[in-house]
Every structure is written in C-alpha cells, then in structure tokens.
C-alpha cells in the first residue's frame, strides 16, 4: 500500500487505535478461559429476539465455534496492533478502525449465533464490513470496482443462502441451529434434501470463493494488507467452511454432499495452487493460495470421514496460523521496501533479520516441514485421503498432493526467495519493520512451531472438540509429529522432492502459465463484467417497459391484474356456488327507480363531455346512494351521505366555476380495451357480490354490539356508540386523517402560481396569457 | 333486491374503472368519487339489507327489540362517506394546483419529474411563463373545448 | 353574490343550522346524530353564509381560524381518550358519572364518550370549513 496520504500525527492510532487493540485481546483472553470448560461439552445460551418467529440470539458453544472465535480474536489482536502502526497516520484510520471492529463483531457472531436467522444477520454484517474494507482506498477506482464485486458475488450467495435457511428451517421447524442438527437423518430423507443443500452450498462457495466464484477473492488484496491478512485469508473467507462445518451433522454424509464438496473443493485447490504460481506480486500469490486452502478443506469436510474432518480442524488452524503470518510479513515487506514482486525482492534477511524469521517459520509450516505443525496438517490430510474408499481416495489423495507440492514451491517463492542472496535495489531502502507490525507475524509463526512441538495441546483443546462438533460424535483425536513410517510420510517425502524440483524451475513454469493464460479465452473477472452489464441493460429494459410514467397505463394494469387475479381465484374456487338466486318480487317500484337512477347517473357521467352535467350525475348518484341508506333502514349513514354530496358538488362546482377552461372531455374518445377492463372489473364486482351474498351471514359481531349497546355503553344508538365508543380508536384515527386531508389541501391552494392574482401580478399574467393566444 | 343492488354496484365500479383511465385527470376524479359510492355501497350490502328497522334501542328496553338493520356496516360505512370526502378535497386540490402549475390536466403531459426524451417537448413548470389565468375571452362557463386551453395542444406540436 | 333575500335569510338560517348541529351532537348517542353528522351540519350552515357573503365576513362571524378548531377537535378527542387512563382503562375507554341516577334511571350522563363526540364535532366542522375557506379564497 502506498503512503502518498497526508499524515495525521498519532501515535499508534490515537485512542481508536488503543480500543481496537484491547477489545479483541481482551475477547481473547475470555474465549481462552472458555476453552476447558468447553472441551468436556458444548453449551447453548440465548435471549429470544423474536420469539413469534422462532428467532433468537442463541449461542452456540462448542469445540467448532470456539476455534474460530479464538482464531478471531486472537489473529485480530495482531491484525490491528499491526494496523495502529501500519495505518495509525492515516487520516480515515479511525474510519478503517470502526470497519474492522464492526467485522470482527459480525464474524464472531456468525461463528457464536445458534440460530440460524441469526447467523445469516451476521453472515450479512461481515459481507458489508468486507465491502467497507475492500473499498477503503476509496480514491481508486479499482478498489471500488473489487468491493463491489466482493459485494454483489458473497451478497448474491447471501440471499440463496437466506432461502435455503427459511426452507431448512420449515422442513425442520425450527431456526435453532441444535434443534436442526440434531434432525440429520430426517432431513437427509426429505425430498427437499438437495434443494436446501445446493441453496446452502450457494452460499458457502460464493463466500469461501470456490470455483467458479472464486475470482472475488483476488481482486480483494485491493484491501490494505491487515485486511487481507485478516479477512480474506484468516477468518471471513472461511465463514463458508464454517458453515459447511457446522451443517455436517444435519446435511452432511449423502452422495451428493461428498462428491458436490470433494469435486469443487478438489478443483478449486489444485486451480488456484497452479494460479499462485503465475503470479508475481507475492500478495497475490498468497491470495491465490488461501483458495486453495478453502478449497482443501471444503474437500476435507466433504469427504466426511473422522479422519477427514479431524484434517480439515487442523488445517484450518494451521493455514490460519501462517497465512496470517505470512500477509503480515508481506506487508512489513512492501512497507519498508515499496514493492511486493518477487522478481525484484532479494537478499531481505541482512536488512530485515526478523521480518526473515518470521517468514521462515510460517512458510515452513506452510511447506509442511518438520517440525512445524504444518508438517503434521499435511501427514493428517494425506492419511485421511488414503483412508477414504474407492475413487474417492485416488481423488482427494492426488489433488492433496497436487497442491502440496505447489504449496512447498511457493513457501519458496514467497520466503525463501525475497530474503536469500545478495540485496538488490529496491524503491526504497530495505530496513526493518517496527515491533508492532513484527510482533503478529512472529507470534503466529512461533505458534506454529508450538503445535508443531506440542501436537496434544491442540488434540485435545482445540482439534478434538471441534472434530467432535463437526462430525457428530465422539471420538478419540489424536495427533503426533512422528507416526512411523509410513504411506503418508513417503507421500510427504515425495512432496518435498517433486517441491523442490519444481521451485528451481518455477521462473520457466511461471512463464509458460503465462502464455497459457493469454492465449485462454476463459476469464472468470471478464465474464463478471458482462454478466454485470446484461444486468444493467435487463434493468433498462425493463424499466422502461414497466415505469413508463404514464399514469393511464399503470391504472390500466392495476385493475387488469386485479381483475384476472380475483376472477381467475374466483372461477377456481367455484365462487358462483349454486348460481344465482333470483327473486324479484317484493322490489317496490321506488326501489327499481332509485337503482335506475343510480345506473343511469354514473353511465351519464361517463359518457358527458360536459361537465356541469357530469357535476349533476354525479350528484344523483351520490343522492341515490343516500336513498338506498335510508329505504334500509341506515339514518345516521344516509344524513352524512347527503350532507357530504351537498359539501362535494358544492366544491366541485367551485373548482369548475373558478377555471372556466378546465377540460372535462375524456382527452382521447372512446378507448375499446379500456372500456372492456371496466366492464371486466364490473362484471367482477357484481359476481363477487351475489357470492358474498350466499355465503351465511355471521353475525356474532353484531349481535354483540346490539347486547353490549345499552347496559355497557349506555348508548341506543348502535351505530353512534361503535363510533365513538366500542370503535372508537378507528375513529379517533379518522379525524385525524379528515384534517390531515383539510390541511394538506389547504397547503397546496395556498402559495399556487397564478392563485387569485394581486394587484402587481395582473399584468404579466396577462402578457403570458397573450403569448399564449399566438401561439395556438 | 339484493341482486339488483348488486348489479348497480357493478355499473358504478365499471364507470368509475372506465373514468379512472382517462388521461383527464378531472375525469379520474370523477371516477374516483363513484368508486367511493361503490365501494361503501359493497360494505352496506356486505351486512346485508333490513328495511324499516334501524339499528336504535326503543326507551326502556335494554336491546332492539325484533330484527333489526346491522349496526356495523353502517358505522364502517359512515366513516368512510366522511374519510372519501376528505380523500376526494384533497384530490381536488391537488389537480387545480396541477392545472396552476402545469397547465394542464391530461396525465401525460405531466412529466416534469420523468421527461420523456427531448427536453423540448416537455412542458417545463415555468412560473413566469405557466398560464396565471386562462384566456379570460371564453364567456361560457360549460366550454369543454380542450384545444383553447393551454394544454396539450402546444406541448405536442 | 348579493341577493339581499339571501343575505337576509341566511343570518337566521346559519343560526338555525349551528344550534341544530349541536342538537344533533347531543342526541347522537340515542338516536340518528352524532359528531360526525353534528359537524357538518354546522360546517353546511357556514358555507351557506360564505355564500352568501364572502369568506372574510364568514371568518370574522367565526372568530377563530377553522384549522385551530379542527386541531382543538383532535386534541380533544384524544384528551378524552386520555381520560380512560384515570381509571386505569386503556386508550379511548368510556368513562361515566350519572349524575341524578336513580333506581333504573341513568339520570343525566355525563361521559368521555361525549367528550370524544364533541371533539370528532369540532374536527370535521373545522377540516371541512378550511378546505372551504382555502377553497374559495385561493381560487
């Protein structure tokens, strides 16, 4: 990263910089003084959230979320002692600071939720927290446009994953995350299986960047190296394995779980490992071998084994550990020297001592050398390869070796290389880097050497109890350097001389991976590119098809579509009953008359381009209505009917008289498919009507009203007392909307241009009148 | 009856949809307020129809004596002839201060938020230049011809 | 528009309207009335006097603006929803003293129902009248 910013002067990061070191030390020390407690049995605490949809914020604690809250915090506490000093200057440090706290809050609770609507809010929170932070130099455009892409591609997989939750979560009925593990054979049986595992495999790839979602990922090292270190290689990314882990016991163990998790796990590790050799920013050949770490274990936990899983938990703790370590360093690296390519870095160790052993240890691990603990990842995962069944076994076990060996060349290219031989000319002087930025590195990469050394520490707090998390069952864990000789160890061997024999020659490999990438038409981030575009013109489309801003057409399909949803349920669910019952006598004359009028008055104001007549039928309809109120037997309704058709011709009228060129002539004759949706519409309202009208009257609510009036209300008025009374909140609801209305009106006469012109106003309406005249 | 009051319900509600497509919003309008009546009439005629008997205690009897007309409904109903009235002030309002500041009352030809491409044929609200007043030459009161108006006529040519 | 018979006829029909209003607020718990219908009977009378005459004199025979009574109207339905919670009743629950109440007589009730009435009255009176007002003085 560069450091053309303008400096703000505080020592490591002001008191931004001092929380955000505390916080996760403190978390860590806390998560720490879980761990023996947890090692005998998992717990679940929680508080209800929102009890009424079975969601809440449970907490689940065993052996699997306490590794990852503990690589968390732990990995979070070098991370930003490291941040302070690395961007502590940075004007928007306290910016970078709060994105950072607000990740590491939503990853431990994604990793901590035992629910799993929970989990997805904090699955979601670390996808923003991402966005943020990918696109911190939010200055450069390629930031922005790899935030962005970070975003849409783990955001998309967010969603199908949401869908996969709630369908789970029905099949299940429940979202509480023991209550559905603990279901595994009845969910593995239902025939919703597989859709709810491609939803949740959705978006476990897209977040753990598998192929063919895996080109997010590199494009996100456009974050400073902290977050790289921390997000996209040590804990975010591997949010997707976390939930691939945490739903073995209720999805995992079918077909199509082991070969869908085997294949693309297999794939996207020996891709990526024959991709980091390619490149030549080293940060970008560390961003490509962090996809083949989640793609190794995605494969482990996949293949489904006790063994299997037990080498997914170490690998997981191992690759944490030195990748992290490894970030770090390069970081340090291109702090001190300004560049990060591989050709140009040499001879670093004479400079920057420490820096070198920092790097040594953690791409020794990576190698997987004895003794550190990643030489014992590499056996375990060989050993649970081997152990597999059939074509299985050839599979895993030759993509693992694939990909170690690539690992061990570019442990070489990555620590060897950059810090052997004689110093060459670099941007900058090399020197070496501050204890704050050195001590993450170095402490990670001495834990490897720990485990390595104390393989039963790990066994038994940290590998045992998360194998038994993830795998459903207890059972014994143990780990050791030193197994005998055996399969394993000479597949080790042989990883080491087929490593060796490919890093003397990795300079020719990288060339020819070049030239192939060049002449291949296949590019995932191209292809991103115009899948975004065919997004941006279906937008287009159908914007304009839909928002056309013409109101006539939106009426006109909201009243199609009302009319062929209710009619097409109507005619489905035999509204018609036994047809209709027609009786026509006892309808007085004066009946017939009124419902005439009513007819004729609202066809007449329909078809009038007049509109003082239209004004007039309107009023009889209005009258007529009130009629009908008072033949049966509504006073109360009847006098407000008239007395508002009184108040509305008078306004109407009002309006008409004061603008004497209002038109009132429909502005385009007779329109046939208009006619046929009000005529449709119509019919509807009628048929629907006589339906009503079958079905038997319940009147528990009226008879209650009618008992309850007088002794509770002291009322004789039904009607008056429901308003006022049993009802009387709805009313209270409705003045007030009278006013809002009465007020709102008044805000929109009083102020309008060219209302009741003054005096001084007269005269340039006249002239704009005038201009008018000649024109037309 | 009940039949027959369903048949005029259908003749309002098809009136009014039909009133409600027009690109003249004064029609809209109208076709609002008979879709108000039709809408209280389906309430009314939901609770079913009593005639003579409305919904009152005699003096001293402590509930109505006989069948009487439902009570419910009709509060319903008289809550929303009041709430449609103040909907429809408001409408009113608003299409005369459309008509002040745009100059016209066909629905199309309002398009200052959405242009449609060229901004020249898009009726710009122009304070200065929005018809104050119509051309007060017209003595009629019932003129209905809308090529006089300052609406559409110019926006189009 | 002066037509000196209207003009006439209206000061003793407004005044007729106005006191038929509240009669009809009154009797509104008991037989057809009530706020609602009260309130535009009253807010009719008044636009039958700006009719008449002209808004200014039918705002001056009003005294106070009709959008503050409409506000008044609100406040006061909502105080007397307010009331209930003496008692400890909730929200807009009817409150009742009798006063004169004899056996199997109510006497004379007084009530926050009719509290409430009174201000769904004033509301509609007020909101009608100054959509009226705007109305005629804005176009």
Known sequence: ?776 | ?157 | MQSLILTTATRLLVALLLVFSIYALLRGHNLPGGGFIGGLIGATGFILYVIATSVSDARSALRADPANIAMLGVGIAAFSGIMGAFAGDAFLTGQWLFLFAAEGEKGLPLSSVLVFDVGVYLAVFGGILTLVFAMEEEI
């Open chain 1, 1 to 776: 990263m560069a450091d053309d910013y303008p400096k703000v002067d505080r020592v490591m990061g002001g008191a931004s910089g001092w929380f955000s070191i505390a916080l996760p030390a403190v978390l860590f020390l806390y998560f720490l003084g879980l761990v023996p407690q947890i090692a005998e049995a998992p717990q679940v605490r929680g508080i209800e959230w929102v009890p009424s949809l079975g969601i809440g914020l449970s907490v689940l604690l065993d052996g699997l979320s306490l590794t990852f809250a503990l690589l968390i915090t732990g990995i979070g506490t070098a991370v930003t002692l490291y941040s302070a000093r690395y961007l502590g200057q940075h004007p928007d440090y306290p910016r970078f600071v709060a994105y950072l706290m607000m990740f590491m809050v939503g990853m431990l609770g994604l990793v901590l939720a035992g629910n799993l609507i929970s989990l997805f809010v904090f699955w979601e929170v670390t996808t923003i927290a991402s966005y943020l932070l990918i696109g911190f130099n939010a200055d450069s455009a390629k930031s922005r446009r790899s935030a962005l892409q970070a975003l849409l591609v783990t955001g998309t997989g967010g969603l199908i994953l949401l869908a996969g939750m709630i369908v789970l979560g029905t099949v299940a009925g429940s979202f509480e995350l023991v209550d559905i593990l603990s279901q595994g054979d009845m969910l593995r049986e239902h025939p919703w299986y597989l859709a709810i595992l491609l939803l949740f495999l959705a978006g476990a790839f897209t977040k753990s960047a598998q192929v063919p979602f895996h080109f997010w990922l590199p494009n996100a090292m456009a974050a400073p190296t902290p977050v790289s270190a921390y997000l996209h290689s040590a804990t975010m990314v591997k949010g997707g394995v976390y939930l691939l882990a945490r739903m073995n016991p209720g999805l995992g163990g079918t077909e199509a779980w082991f070969w869908i998790l085997t294949l693309f796990g297999g794939v996207t590790a020996v891709f990526a490992s024959v991709m980091a050799l390619r490149q030549t920013d080293i940060k970008q050949v560390l961003a490509y071998t962090t996809l083949m770490a989640l793609g190794t274990l995605t494969m482990f936990i996949g293949a489904g084994t006790h063994y299997a899983i037990m080498a997914a938990m170490l690998f997981l703790v191992v690759h944490s550990l030195y990748k992290a370590a490894l970030f770090l360093m390069i970081g340090i690296v291109d702090h001190a020297t300004g560049t990060r390519e591989t050709g140009v870095l040499g001879g670093l160790s004479k400079a920057m001592p420490l820096t070198g052993l920092a790097a040594a240890l953690a791409a020794v691990s990576m190698a997987g050398i004895p003794p550190m603990v990643g030489f014992i990842g590499k056996e375990f995962m060989y050993k649970a390869g081997l152990g597999l069944g059939g074509f299985g076994a050839i599979w895993v076990t030759v993509m693992i070796f694939a990909a170690s060996v690539m690992m061990f060349v570019v442990a070489g290219i990555v620590a060897w290389k950059p810090f052997r031989g004689e110093l060459r000319e670099t941007p900058h002087a090399a020197h070496e880097g501050p204890w704050p930025m050195l001590a993450g590195p170095l402490g990670l990469g001495a834990l490897s050497l720990i485990f390595g050394l104390f393989p039963g520490v790990l066994a038994h707090y940290f590998v045992g109890p998360a194998t038994h998390a993830v795998f459903g069952e207890v059972r014994e864990v143990h780990l050791y350097l030193w197994g005998g000789i055996n399969m394993a160890l000479i597949l080790s061997l042989l990883t080491f001389l087929a490593g060796w024999l490919m890093y003397r020659r990795h300079e020719a490999i990288r060339h020819r991976l070049i030239r192939i990438e060049q002449g291949s038409r296949v590019n995932f981030d191209a292809g991103w590119d115009r899948v975004l575009d065919g997004l941006k013109a279906l937008a287009a489309w159908q914007t304009r098809l839909i928002q056309t801003g013409n109101l006539q057409t939106y009426m006109a399909v909201i009243f199609a579509s009302f009319t062929v949803l209710v009619g097409t349920t109507f005619l489905l669910r035999g509204g018609m009953g036994s047809g209709i019952n027609y009786e026509a006598d006892g309808v007085h004359p004066i009946q017939w008359t009124v419902l005439a009028l009513i007819a004729m008055g609202a066809i007449l104001a329909t078809i009038t381009s007049s509109r003082m007549t239209a004004v007039a039928a309107l009023g009889v309809v209005g009258i007529g209505v009130a009629l009908i109120f008072i033949m049966f037997s509504a006073p109360d309704v009847a006098i407000t009917q008239l007395l508002v058709e009184v108040l509305v011709v008078v306004l109407v009228a009002l309006v008409m008289l004061r603008l004497p060129h209002l038109p009132v002539r429909s502005a385009s004759g007779f329109r046939a498919g208009h006619a046929a949706i009000a005529a449709a519409f119509g019919i509807l309202s009628t048929l629907v009507m006589i339906a009503v009208l079958q079905t038997p009257f319940d009147r528990r609510l009226t008879d209650f009203f009618e008992i309850a009036s007088w002794p509770e209300a002291h009322g004789r008025n039904i009607v008056n007392v429901i308003l006022v009374d049993f009802r009387a909140t709805d009313t209270f609801g409705e003045i007030v909307v009278v006013v809002m209305a009465a007020v709102g009106a008044y805000a929109l006469l009083r102020g309008a241009p060219g209302a009741k012109p003054t005096p001084e106003d007269e005269e340039p309406v006249q002239v704009a009148a005038a201009d008018k005249g000649e024109k037309v």
């Open chain 2, 1 to 157: 009856m009940e039949l027959l009051l369903a048949l005029t319900i259908g003749v309002l509600m098809a009136s009014s949809v039909y009133l409600m497509l027009d690109r003249n919003v004064i029609r809209f309008l109208f076709g609002l307020i008979l879709l108000s009546n039709a809408a209280n009439l389906v309430i009314f005629l939901s609770g079913r129809l009593t005639a003579g008997a409305p919904p009152l205690i005699d003096e001293g009897a402590y509930a109505p004596t006989g069948v009487v007309a439902n009570a419910l409904p009709q509060a319903l109903v008289l809550t929303a002839i009041v709430i449609g009235f103040g909907l429809l002030a408001f409408t009113l309002a608003l299409v005369y201060r459309t008509y002040r500041s745009l100059g016209t009352v066909n629905s199309d030809e309002m398009r200052v938020a959405e242009p449609v491409s060229a901004p020249k044929t898009t009726p710009h609200p122009d304070p200065a230049a929005a018809p104050g007043t119509p051309p007060a030459s017209d003595p009629t009161l019932d003129k209905t011809d809308a090529t006089t108006t300052p609406t559409g006529g110019e926006a189009r040519a």
